[in-house]
């Protein structure tokens, strides 16, 4: 931890603390050991549940081929590429939450984009100095380099049981004979139709005819097919050197962009430690830095557990969880990026000496003004993303979250290589912000610097309980925390998994201050009562996609739900 960093992290927490029970050394790393650390049987049947059921249907289609959850994740992903590429694919990247039954190990597989390594955070400025949002939105300059095709490769060559080939396949044959787009692709072209016609290859990928296709029409793409094809035959090698490393590389730099063959040949995936701790009997094991999700996942979760949230009514129950919200969002912004290039002071947020601290400043009727809190800026991640859940028979599980960030990425498709690159380096703090009441740059730790994953939101999680154990995760940018926080504390209150994804939702993230609502979230004596207490409550549309598997380790059922408020979802038990 740099000096300053140590200083704003003493005075952070003796503030909040009334210099009470902050201990600046030698806290654990996450609260003490879980009472579970894995289910102890298996399964014997599986199930998933993602966002498109041509996803879904891939995985166990190679389940019953003999693959394992891991396979069925590459089968799932890579299908997720083709019939769902506003969301994400391999022009982007994923982070996956793992859990080994045969030794127990859970895992972090990191398959975040990179930053080239020419990137230049002028190229994200107007003359004026204000954000260029097209620069970092739309087109080459807005993409990092993808680490999706190197995750799958990782998890095929360290995890599955099948050859890459074989989890690749359903993704191949649809790109090849082709599909129905579902309504939701088909207003995502819509919506982006005019920066798809910026790049000839995009619109003739997404437009053709000049237009969106038809509804009910057949799509097809060899190009992609034949890029994923390289990629099953050669792995590696099939994407990050050769022919489509060439055509990527060449379409980049004549569009103005910055990628170079050593960017592409230089991209590894990163295997971490999850974060894990206790919570009231449960292991939670969630995503580690550069997502900053699990963080604060832990940090709400460690100041809800000095609470008794069961015998509150709903209004005091959820200024509560609020409040533990405001708070974990206020360290986020600041701390938190790429482990291989920032010190953080991690022990300090996970420690539940820190979350005691933080809780004493919680009034309990009264909501604290984010101005009253340090000082941060918030950033705000992209909506676009796709979570899918697996359990096999066997018990192993993966949690993945993946993304191209924005709805349709940069839109910009590599010409030749039917690849829609991502627009990821938005996740970077672009814009060097003006010092703080610290003196501090507050998004420092998330500037871009060459060949560095900038900071995510996704929060692929696992909930390890002794009678019942949950696969959980959600798009929906920065309320892909809270989201998933909501699906923590509603299994374990003992919610199925069909409630879980369909629970409405509410969400606070320090700035701006205010909750964010769906519709029907609180009944009127609740949002009466939140008023009251000072929130302020400000209606969202937009949610997220959760698809969530859960596991009763009593009865040995697996149930999969998929977010109903997104019809294309599908659960499904095998
Ligand atoms: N691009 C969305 C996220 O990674 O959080």
């Known amino acids: 931890m740099s000096f300053s960093l140590h200083r704003r992290a003493l005075l952070l927490g003796l503030l909040l603390a009334g210099g009470g029970a902050f201990a600046a050394d030698g806290p654990p790393h996450s ?15 599986a199930a998933i549940a993602s966002a498109n059921f041509q996803a879904t249907n891939a995985g166990l289609e190679v389940l019953s081929k003999g693959g394992n959850a891991f396979d069925a994740a590459i089968a799932v992903a890579s299908t997720l590429s083709v019939v769902e590429p506003e969301s994400s694919g391999i022009g982007g990247g994923f982070m996956a939450l793992l859990h080994r039954a045969a030794d127990g190990r859970d895992v972090f597989v990191d398959a975040r ?33 993808p680490g999706e095709p190197a995750g799958l490769v990782w998890l095929a060559q360290h995890y599955g049981k ?15 004979d082709g599909f129905t787009p579902d309504a939701r692709l088909l207003g995502a072209i819509a919506d982006r139709q005019k920066e798809l016609q910026r790049w000839p290859a995009s619109a003739a990928k997404f437009l053709p005819g000049g237009q969106p296709p038809a509804a009910g029409a057949v799509w097809r793409d060899p190009a992609q097919a034949h890029t994923l094809e390289l990629l099953a ?8 050197h050769g022919e489509t490393a060439a055509k990527l590389v060449k379409a980049v730099q004549a569009a103005g962009g910055r990628w170079s063959a050593a960017d592409l040949a230089a991209y590894r995936v990163k295997e971490r430690t999850p974060i894990s701790l206790d919570y009231r009997g449960y292991k939670i094991v969630t995503a580690p830095p550069p997502s900053s999700g699990g963080v604060a996942i832990a940090e709400i979760l460690n100041i809800l557990s ?7 009514d709903q209004a005091h129950r959820v200024h509560l969880v609020v409040e533990a919200m405001r708070r974990a969002f206020r360290d986020h912004n600041d701390y938190l990026g790429d482990p291989d290039f920032v010190k953080m002071p991690l022990d300090m947020l996970l420690s539940p000496y820190y979350a005691d601290g933080l809780r004493q400043t919680i009034l309990p009727d009264k909501a604290t003004p984010s101005s009253m809190l340090p000082m941060s800026t918030a950033r705000d991640p992209g909506m676009h993303t796709t979570h899918f859940s697996i359990i096999d028979a066997d018990g192993n599980m993966a949690s993945i979250t993946s993304t191209v960030n924005y709805v349709l990425g940069s839109t910009f498709v590599a010409e030749g290589t039917g690849v829609l690159l991502n627009d990821e380096m938005d996740d970077f703090a672009l814009v060097p ?19 560095k994953r900038m900071l995510s939101s996704m929060s692929p999680s696992f909930v390890i309980g002794k009678e019942r154990t949950a696969v959980i995760g959600s798009p929906g940018g920065s309320t ?38 769906e519709q029907g979230v609180f009944d009127p004596a609740t949002a009466d009562a939140l008023t009251k207490m ?18 009763d380790h009593r009865s040995n059922k697996l149930e999969a739900a998929s977010d109903p408020r997104r019809p294309s979802g599908l659960g499904k038990v095998q």
């Open 31 to 45: 609260a003490p050991a879980a009472t579970m650390t894995s289910p102890a049987q298996r399964p014997g049947h």
């Open 113 to 145: 984009e990179t930053a080239p390594a020419a990137v230049d955070s002028k190229d994200y400025l107007n003359p004026d100095g204000s954000p260029n949002r097209d620069h970092s939105l739309n087109g080459p300059l807005s993409a990092g380099i």
């Open 162 to 176: 099948l050859p890459l080939k074989a989890s690749l396949a359903p993704a191949i044959r649809l790109a090849r």
């Open 233 to 240: 035959e050669q792995g590696d090698q099939g994407f990050y």
């Open 306 to 312: 000095g609470f008794d949230l069961d015998k509150l």
């Open 433 to 451: 912000d003006k010092p703080n009441v610290y003196g501090l740059l507050g998004s420092e730790a998330n500037a871009p610097k060459p060949g």
């Open 480 to 517: 892909i925390i809270t989201q998933v926080l909501e699906g923590i504390l509603a299994f374990i209150d003992g919610e199925d998994a069909g409630a879980i994804a369909a629970h409405k939702r509410f969400h606070h993230q320090y700035m701006p201050d205010e909750i964010a609502v």
């Open 534 to 551: 000072g929130h302020t409550l400000k209606p969202r549309e937009a949610w997220g996609f959760m698809n969530v598997v859960t596991w």
